[in-house]
């Protein structure tokens, strides 16, 4: 079955960085657009970045020139790397296969000093 898992979220300062990255399992990864999402308390779950088949990615003005998406197929996992973070990114992200119920469980972040 369709299985995705986030990891490398954490505790991390304001200003530093953390990549996370989403193994996937059950479909064919390299023919699937996908994204990544994230959801603080009391909030909706927000859009952050998506990725297409190729590459090419586009991300929401929130974290424009600061997170960067991309994808390895051959390793069938995706990754955000997140820079110059901020204690608004503190939330729960979740990687998602666009157009489909996929979801994995999240990982937290944390950004606070």
């Known amino acids: 079955q369709v299985q995705l898992v986030e990891s490398g979220g954490g505790l991390v300062q304001p200003g530093g960085s953390l990549r996370l990255s989403c193994a996937a399992s059950?479909?064919?990864?390299?023919?699937?657009?996908m994204g990544w999402y994230r959801q603080a308390p009391g909030k909706q779950r927000e859009f952050l970045a998506r990725?297409?088949?190729?590459?090419?990615?586009s991300y929401a003005d929130s974290v424009k020139g600061r997170f960067t998406a991309s994808r390895d197929n051959a390793k069938i996992t995706m990754y955000l790397q997140m820079n110059s973070l901020k204690p608004e990114d503190t939330a729960v992200y979740y990687c998602?296969?666009?157009?489909?119920?996929?979801w994995g469980q999240g990982t937290q972040v944390t950004v606070s000093s």
């Open positions: 998602h296969r666009i157009g489909t119920g996929s």
């Open positions: 059950g479909f064919s990864f390299g023919l699937s657009v």
């Open positions: 990725i297409e088949t190729n590459g090419a990615t």
